[in-house]
């Protein structure tokens, strides 16, 4: 715990010897805890919940704020409004347990074989610096019965991914451990466009016969790795409802809760080329995936 904590240091250490990960704020203590999503602000009574709510981590899902006396009704209102808890020292002893004893079921490594493997390795073996393309199922005469764009401009491009697996714990809505899950993600190296693959159901190969456009990334992997894992948090993201009685009312609030960047890892990337079918014609501009025949938009194919 940093040395100039305040002095309600044996709540301090007890809550990190916990697992919680505690800070110093003027007056105040922050603590917070990953694995369970449980952050707690030990505050003196002079301080209002809205006050110090912006200190809560956003991927918070419990919420409490410990008073060192009675905080008085105003606050109590306003803390229920917000969803959060309030403890004083009355009710702090009994809630300590919940607090600090660890989840029953420890979480998943999200560093060790929690799915069978040792590692996250590059998708469809691919090896590192290697690219690949990706079979198209699609050909020309299917594309123009799928498109229905009367034109004779159909040209077939290969689109550049970077795709990289991941494993990610997604917040629990009621704060418990959650398995970690693995997945693929993919970043459009030219629209950067990106998005979560849910199989391995596309077949590589070294060249296309079809006539085809191989088009050129235009960012690299370290802007892609910051577009992938926002994409995850995205995916990943619950939806959390927090319930109080207040006033003789039931006050419900419903939050959006996204996977930290703690509960995400992701592997090396590899470089794909997808292939789409581009159509023009009097009836408008059409992209379909020549791998699953799904549309898509001229910006998010990364038109040219």
């Given at each position: 715990?940093?040395?100039?904590?305040?002095?309600?240091?044996?709540?301090?250490?007890?809550?990190?010897?916990?697992?919680?990960?505690?800070?110093?704020?003027?007056?105040?203590?922050?603590?917070?805890?990953?694995?369970?999503?449980?952050?707690?602000?030990?505050?003196?009574?002079?301080?209002?919940?809205?006050?110090?709510?912006?200190?809560?981590?956003?991927?918070?899902?419990?919420?409490?704020?410990?008073?060192d006396d009675e905080p008085g009704p105003v606050a109590r209102s306003l803390a229920a409004d917000r969803g959060i808890e309030v403890l004083d020292p009355s009710t702090l002893g009994p809630a300590l347990g919940e607090l600090l004893l660890p989840s029953?079921?420890?979480?998943?490594?999200?560093?060790?074989?929690?799915?069978?493997?040792?590692?996250?390795?590059?998708?469809?073996?691919?090896?590192?610096?290697?690219?690949?393309?990706?079979?198209?199922?699609?050909?020309?005469?299917?594309?123009?019965?799928i498109a229905g764009v009367d034109s004779s401009h159909y040209v077939l491009r290969l689109v550049p991914f970077y795709v990289a697996a991941y494993r990610v714990r997604p917040p629990s809505p009621h704060g418990g451990p959650s398995h970690v899950l693995r997945q693929l993600v993919a970043v459009n190296a030219l629209s950067r466009r990106a998005e979560v693959w849910n199989d391995l159901d596309r077949e590589l190969v070294e060249t296309v016969a079809e006539p085809h456009q191989r088009l050129v990334p235009q960012l690299g992997e370290v802007e892609a790795a910051l577009l992938a894992r926002e994409a995850v948090r995205r995916e990943h993201t619950v939806h959390v409802d927090h319930t109080e009685q207040h006033g003789g009312a039931l006050v419900i609030e419903t939050r959006r809760v996204a996977p930290s960047l703690e509960d995400i890892r992701l592997g090396a990337f590899g470089l794909l080329y997808v292939p789409f079918w581009y159509a023009e014609g009097m009836d408008g501009r059409v992209v379909l995936d020549a791998v699953t025949g799904r549309r898509a938009t001229w910006d998010e194919a990364g038109g040219t």
């Open positions: 715990m940093p040395r100039n904590a305040p002095p309600s240091t044996v709540l301090g250490r007890l809550l990190e010897a916990a697992g919680y990960r505690v800070e110093s704020r003027g007056d105040a203590l922050l603590a917070h805890r990953a694995r369970d999503h449980r952050a707690l602000i030990v505050v003196p009574t002079a301080r209002s919940p809205g006050e110090v709510e912006a200190w809560f981590p956003t991927d918070a899902v419990h919420r409490t704020i410990v008073y029953p079921i420890g979480p998943e490594s999200l560093d060790g074989p929690g799915d069978g493997e040792a590692a996250l390795e590059v998708p469809y073996a691919l090896p590192l610096g290697a690219e690949r393309t990706v079979r198209p199922r699609i050909g020309r005469d299917e594309a123009e019965t």
